[in-house]
DNA sequence: AGTGGGGCAGAATTATGCGT
DNA sequence: ACGCATAATTCTGCCCCACT
């Protein structure tokens, strides 16, 4: 049977019949007179080629073909009722949607225990799930429907399709070990932070600023190791005398955690902004809208 | 591509007949 | 008397085509 051939009403008219068991009753039900009604079960007779109702005694019975059309009329009937024509809408209290939110491992050691926490209050069935792509990707993920918001730094997420909202700035700082023999001798000038031995991170895909600024800059610096992940720094940091040159929210979550200090860093390095960013598919997204209001409730300065 | 008019098919209404 | 089916009539929505 061609789907195109059948009048969806039809089904209307089949479920008001299984409930009320009267042409005239499933009639008012459903808005339609008693010929109309009629005419409607003559049509669904014709198009299932079975009587469908027959009058026993004072109702009209629904044959077997009718009685085994029946569950999967009435589950038509509440899949259109509750998904289709329910207004969008989002309640956080009750819904159990994941988000799923792209942001670096630096992202997600900034944002993700304040959201968890927000969230475990306002929207207790709510799920995260955080991924993390290379500046391509991630604006190919949030067109393609994969990711409902992009937090931190993507300067490649321009243009018509992206929207954006500025959360902070996150400028560079240095960070060393508690007892490390420079912070005895006072602030840290240029000349003694390009004497230090440096450990350098390169995260797979993301942008270098502080790296790309030196290079513009021509300061040269004694990099002894090279990592492609922040979440390492911690214990080499607090063991050993290498300085790091990390965003501030980084340095700040590193110094709750480990034995390190942050120091100001003597090269002027632009800042970084950091924002969320949606495509404009989920911009009027009632459950999008509220996702972003949290983060910028939580994460937005001033 | 969007708009408006004519024609057509089918669904709804009114009136009525028929069976229980 | 009540409820379902049907004939005649009316109404509505869709399609096609011409025009802008």
Redesign the pocket.
Known sequence: MDMRSI?L?LLVAFDAMCQH?????A?EAI?????????????LRALFNDPL?V?V????QPTERAQALAEAVRRVMVTVQQEILQPSGFTPETSDRTFTVITPDIGEMHFLPLLLAHLAKAAPGVRLNAVSRNREAAGETLAGADADLALGYFPDLKGSAFFQQKLFDNKHVCLLRRDHPQLRKGSLTLKAYLALQHVVVHPDGREHVFERHLQQTGHKRDVRLELSHFMSLMPIIESTDLVATVPRDLAAICQRYTQVEIVACPIACPVIPVHQFWHRRSHKDAASIWLRAQVAQLFKAG
Do not use: E, I, Y
Request: glycine share 12%; hydrophobic share 40%.
């Open positions: 009048d009403n068991q009267s042409v005239t009753r009639g808005g339609l007179s008693q010929p109309a009604m009629s005419a409607a079960v003559a049509r109702f009058k005694g004072t109702v009209m």
